[in-house]
């Protein structure tokens, strides 16, 4: 028995405090950082694991909600924005699976960067 657990009619019991939320590790060296625009909802970045026609699994993906600073998601993805104080980009998900994907576009590192630079949006 450790501090952080209790024994009661011999079944021993975590305190839920105690308990730290576990962070998944995964490995996205080798898997290509990509602007994927789907349907219905809407634009993402992140590591593309998998791909099967119109759908695909992204790694390390965040929405792209609103940018400013881009004319368009080529250039977000190349260069990346010059506004980044502007841009509405919510937290990175361990994972998404998207469907109805039209358009895939590799990110360039300085783009990867700048994107990586704009601050978590959330309300």
Not at 54 to 60: A, I, P, Y
């Amino acid at each position: 028995m450790t501090p952080e657990t209790i024994k009661i009619d011999e079944v021993e019991y975590v305190r839920k405090d105690s308990i730290q939320q576990q962070q998944k590790v995964i490995n996205v060296s080798g898997l290509p950082y990509m602007m994927v625009r789907t349907h219905s909802a809407g634009v993402f970045a992140g590591y593309l694991a998998e791909r099967n026609g119109q759908e695909c699994k992204l790694l390390q993906a965040r929405r792209i909600w609103y940018w400013d600073g881009a004319a368009s998601l080529s250039q977000l993805a190349t260069d990346g924005t010059s506004k980044p104080a502007n841009c509405k980009f919510p937290c990175e998900v361990f994972e998404v699976i998207l469907t109805q994907v039209i358009e895939l576009i590799p990110i360039t590192q300085i783009a990867k960067k700048s994107i990586d630079g704009v601050k978590v949006w959330k309300q």
